[in-house]
């Protein structure tokens, strides 16, 4: 990946200043320097960049307060005493929403901040979309992205995937990131598994369809924006 006079940002199609990873390596502690080596990069523009560094570094704390896992805990540790002295708000957030779990204190992301949470997701995608087709998903694109409850391997969740045609698998850093996704013209769905997160993102409800039945049966993940 080279960035030239003719690079265009992968998230806004503005012109392009910097080449960057579509997730940061700072969330793969335990993948050693070869593992790392396949995550995704792609040309951004300095406002992009800023504006996705500040997502994942609030995604970071997210993640490793709410998770029990070791490998999870030791993820940004650098970077997350940074964005707390620096950020009184999520400071604020996490003394406010801990909570006692079996395995000790954990942390509950209140709904009106998961719009964080979407951010970050949103981010992720577009840039995995940039890297796949080598073109900006539209800025306006409307995507909807909810939070998978299915146990077990990723690829138990395919079912749920609106578009089926032409389904890649992906793996980044290893297995830490995992990626079933489709793009059938303008119809696109996004499986991502990534630290005890299942995530599905697509612009693509169908009436009718279980996805859009579990979407109003839990509301509350129906995280779209
Ligand atoms: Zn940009």
Known sequence: MRLTEASLCGYCGEPATEI??????????????ERKKNI????????????KQK???????????SSSDESAKKVMEERIGRTLRKNQRIRRLIRDNLVATE???????????????????DWLVRG???????TPMRVDEDLHIALVDVKGPLERSRPLMPVRRNVQYR??????????????GDRQCWLIEFRNR??????????????????HEMPRYRLSR
């Open 171 to 184: 793996t980044y850093a290893g297995k830490d990131m995992q990626t079933y996704f489709s793009v059938d």
């Open 55 to 65: 997502s994942e570094d609030t995604m970071g704390v997210f993640l490793t307060v």
């Open 128 to 134: 995995l979309y940039y890297y796949e087709l080598q």
């Open 20 to 33: 960057e990873h579509v997730i940061a390596r700072q969330f793969f502690p335990a993948a050693d320097h």
């Open 40 to 51: 995704p990069r792609i040309p951004a523009c300095r406002a992009c960049n800023a504006a």
């Open 103 to 121: 395995s000790g204190v954990g942390f509950g992301v209140p709904l009106d901040e998961q719009g964080e949470e979407i951010d970050f997701w």
């Open 198 to 215: 299942k995530i599905l993102v697509t612009n693509v409800i169908e009436a009718g369809s279980q996805l859009e039945q579990d979407l």
